[in-house]
């Protein structure tokens, strides 16, 4: 169950991202015309609309941001993940240690007690 901040939470995430959307859509539809980019060290010219350039250059700044961001953060994560694969093996050691100790502690029954009393009778 969402407490009332979560639900605003997700309504202004929901109002957040209907809002780019339309932004988006609106930009596209009102920038059609043709730009030419020009890549300097090579002779290469490339004439596209204006709204691929430049929302394929948004793209390319999200995919860039969130790789470089990914491997600035990969050798934290290695160290947690270390820290949690000896937390398991730990963990691990204890209940194995503890099954072996539960079971020195029990005794067992041959034969049920219902046995014993048919033979007997």
Known sequence: MLSRVGILLKLLK???FTTVSITVVLFAI???HSGLVKFWPFDLYIESPIYVLSLGTL???FILGFLFSALKN???????RQTFKKEIKSLDQQLRQS?????RGRTE?????????????
Do not use: H
């Not at 029954?109 to 009778?121: C, G």
């Open 14 to 16: 929901v109002f957040f």
């Open 30 to 32: 009102s920038n059609k």
């Open 59 to 61: 793209g390319l700044g």
């Open 74 to 80: 990969l050798p934290q994560k290695y160290k947690e």
């Open 99 to 103: 099954n072996i100790e539960s079971r």
């Open 109 to 121: 029954i041959t034969k049920p007690i219902s046995d014993v009393a048919a033979n007997n009778a």
